[in-house]
Nanobody, 121 residues
């Protein structure tokens, strides 16, 4: 069993940066791929980025490629999402997930509660 808790969200001006964290508990977190999804107002929960269990492979949605960096620190059981050059369209609730590396929500077994990111123009 894995429990996930996101933090680091907040209100930020366009052009700014944020680093979201996903703290995991459970001995098996290191064996799972980890991902970030986001749900913008009125939209579905969409894939943002994923990282393999080893951290050696990363995957990004085309819409965010170049501005976001996903990483993980297995020793700390924590994953991260660095978001640079924030835009108003990045406003969303960001969720971390653990499971098999994929762009599909159904492939992830564990989810956090989400952290709100609001970008003002």
């Amino acid at each position: 069993q894995v429990q996930l808790e996101e933090s680091g969200g907040g209100l930020v001006q366009a052009g700014g940066s944020l680093r979201l964290s996903c703290a995991a508990s459970g001995r098996t977190f290191g064996s799972y791929a980890m991902a970030w999804f986001r749900r913008s107002p009125g939209k579905e929960r969409d894939f943002v980025a994923a990282i393999s269990w080893s951290g050696g492979e990363t995957f990004y949605a085309d819409s965010v490629k170049g501005r976001l960096t996903i990483s993980r620190d297995k020793a700390k059981n924590t994953g991260y999402l660095q978001i640079n050059d924030l835009k108003p369209e990045d406003t969303a609730v960001y969720f971390c997930a653990a499971g098999g590396v994929s762009r599909w929500k159904s492939e992830y077994d564990y989810w956090g509660q989400g952290t709100q990111v609001t970008v003002s123009s």
